[in-house]
């Protein structure tokens, strides 16, 4: 049993804390600070517009904006792989700065005419912007693994950082359509080369654009889900302060209790609903659940309930034996590393990874992430395993 169980959760109850608690997180002015924390921004100002203070080579980001169709301007960056860079670093390096088309970039030119080229869209977390310190250090390592092939596209939600308007669900969903269409249409990257990766609230996003893309007909390449959580009422009766104290977690003590406050939740954010929706329709899908032990911000059994609940889905879409059960999953043993459990039926996968060590953050830099990014590619050396 960890800490929190058996401190956070009974000094929670018998303070009484988590009472007002309760109540203060049923006024949607409170529910959208806390949830989203776009206020906070902990990277200096001008890594946004000058990323090389962040460590990157000239011009290997390309700073640009995407226009979504309700009228907000989102702060974005294109960050071409490091192999790619070698090979054409004097251009990069001879590039003029401070182009405002994207278009006329060199990195932009180069994954839209490579046809070996892969894209990944990255969904954050909340708080700070895509300049973060950690971010920056998560993009080096995605593409890490092929580093001759994978650009990163980064974005900032509206109302973070350089990004105009206010976060809602609404909001994030039109966000991520407009950079999804964006990497479709304009830069003219088809979705088998695309794949969808978020972090705790980014995996929210990714499962709503990706659900909101299936009833068009468009499957990606893969949907990567790392520190996930089923939908926003679990997310905020889960969470704990500095990872010591669950405030909200006697709410959880009661599935009546549970359910009366996750009604309160302007947004919902119900990424079950929408993964099962996902995995009930589409008949190609590759998804990927990535999840700390020690994370204690969002507890790992929210990827594993959410586990139970695709699974659940796919029997439904008669994804099943002869018998008409659906196939455990296999499951490995990592040591130390954790454990691993896949399933598989024909062009449908769902892998859930849960690592003994990484917590909340530092998990989005481990080898579990890195290596299923290869695998959604289609670049590692088997890709029948997710």
Same mark, same amino acid.
């Given at each position: 049993m960890s800490i929190y169980t058996y401190i956070?959760?009974?000094?929670?109850?018998?303070?009484?804390?988590?009472?007002?608690?309760?109540?203060?997180?049923?006024?949607?002015?409170?529910? *959208?600070?806390?949830?989203?924390?776009?206020?906070?921004?902990?990277?200096?100002?001008?890594?946004?517009?000058?990323?090389?203070?962040?460590?990157?080579?000239?011009?290997?980001?390309?700073?640009?904006?995407?226009?979504?169709?309700?009228?907000?301007?989102?702060?974005?960056?294109?960050?071409?792989?490091?192999?790619?860079?070698?090979?054409?670093?004097?251009?990069?390096?001879?590039?003029?700065?401070?182009?405002?088309?994207?278009?006329?970039?060199?990195?932009?030119?180069?994954? *839209?005419?490579?046809?070996?080229?892969?894209?990944?869209?990255?969904?954050?977390?909340?708080?700070?912007?895509?300049?973060?310190?950690?971010?920056?250090?998560?993009?080096?390592?995605?593409?890490?693994?092929?580093?001759?092939?994978?650009?990163?596209?980064?974005?900032?939600?509206?109302?973070?950082?350089?990004?105009?308007?206010?976060?809602?669900?609404?909001?994030?969903?039109?966000?991520?359509?407009?950079?999804?269409?964006?990497?479709?249409?304009?830069?003219?990257?088809?979705?088998?080369?695309?794949?969808?990766?978020?972090?705790?609230?980014?995996?929210?996003?990714?499962?709503?654009?990706?659900?909101?893309?299936?009833?068009?007909?468009?499957?990606?390449?893969?949907?990567?889900?790392?520190?996930?959580?089923?939908?926003?009422g679990s997310a905020f009766s889960s969470y704990s302060i500095g990872g010591l104290i669950p405030v909200l977690a006697p709410v959880k003590l009661s599935a009546t209790f549970q359910t009366w406050f996750s009604r309160r939740m302007e947004d919902t954010w119900r990424t079950d609903d929408r993964l099962g929706h996902l995995t009930r329709t589409c008949s190609r899908l590759r998804l990927v659940l990535v999840h700390a032990e020690d994370d204690q911000t969002m507890p790992w059994n929210q990827t594993e309930e959410l586990f139970k609940s695709t699974l659940k889905a796919a029997s439904e879409n008669g994804l099943n034996d002869e018998a008409g059960a659906i196939n455990g999953p296999e499951v490995r043993d990592l040591g130390e590393a954790g454990r691993q459990e896949i399933w598989q039926n024909g062009s449908c996968s769902i892998s859930k990874t849960i690592a003994k060590h990484g917590d909340h953050n530092q998990i989005m830099t481990w080898s579990p992430v890195a290596l299923a990014i290869l695998q959604v590619f289609g670049l590692a050396a088997s890709t029948a395993r997710l």
């Amino acid at each position: 049993m960890s800490i929190y169980t058996y401190i956070g959760v009974p000094l929670s109850f018998l303070s009484g804390i988590w009472i007002p608690c309760t109540l203060l997180c049923c006024i949607p002015w409170v529910q *959208k600070q806390m949830l989203y924390l776009h206020s906070i921004t902990f990277s200096p100002g001008k890594w946004l517009t000058e990323p090389e203070r962040a460590g990157f080579l000239k011009n290997q980001v390309t700073p640009f904006r995407i226009a979504t169709e309700d009228g907000e301007s989102l702060f974005a960056w294109l960050v071409a792989p490091l192999g790619i860079y070698a090979r054409h670093a004097d251009d990069f390096i001879q590039e003029p700065s401070g182009v405002e088309d994207i278009e006329e970039k060199l990195a932009f030119r180069i994954l *839209k005419n490579d046809p070996d080229a892969r894209l990944l869209i990255y969904f954050h977390g909340n708080s700070a912007t895509i300049a973060q310190q950690r971010r920056t250090e998560e993009y080096r390592s995605f593409s890490s693994g092929a580093s001759e092939k994978i650009f990163i596209l980064a974005f900032d939600y509206r109302g973070f950082g350089a990004s105009t308007g206010t976060p809602s669900e609404l909001g994030l969903l039109n966000d991520a359509a407009a950079v999804v269409d964006w990497a479709l249409n304009r830069c003219r990257i088809p979705p088998d080369r695309i794949v969808l990766l978020g972090h705790s609230l980014g995996t929210a996003v990714v499962a709503g654009v990706a659900h909101h893309y299936s009833k068009l007909g468009v499957a990606f390449a893969g949907l990567i889900l790392c520190a996930a959580f089923t939908n926003a009422g679990s997310a905020f009766s889960s969470y704990s302060i500095g990872g010591l104290i669950p405030v909200l977690a006697p709410v959880k003590l009661s599935a009546t209790f549970q359910t009366w406050f996750s009604r309160r939740m302007e947004d919902t954010w119900r990424t079950d609903d929408r993964l099962g929706h996902l995995t009930r329709t589409c008949s190609r899908l590759r998804l990927v659940l990535v999840h700390a032990e020690d994370d204690q911000t969002m507890p790992w059994n929210q990827t594993e309930e959410l586990f139970k609940s695709t699974l659940k889905a796919a029997s439904e879409n008669g994804l099943n034996d002869e018998a008409g059960a659906i196939n455990g999953p296999e499951v490995r043993d990592l040591g130390e590393a954790g454990r691993q459990e896949i399933w598989q039926n024909g062009s449908c996968s769902i892998s859930k990874t849960i690592a003994k060590h990484g917590d909340h953050n530092q998990i989005m830099t481990w080898s579990p992430v890195a290596l299923a990014i290869l695998q959604v590619f289609g670049l590692a050396a088997s890709t029948a395993r997710l």
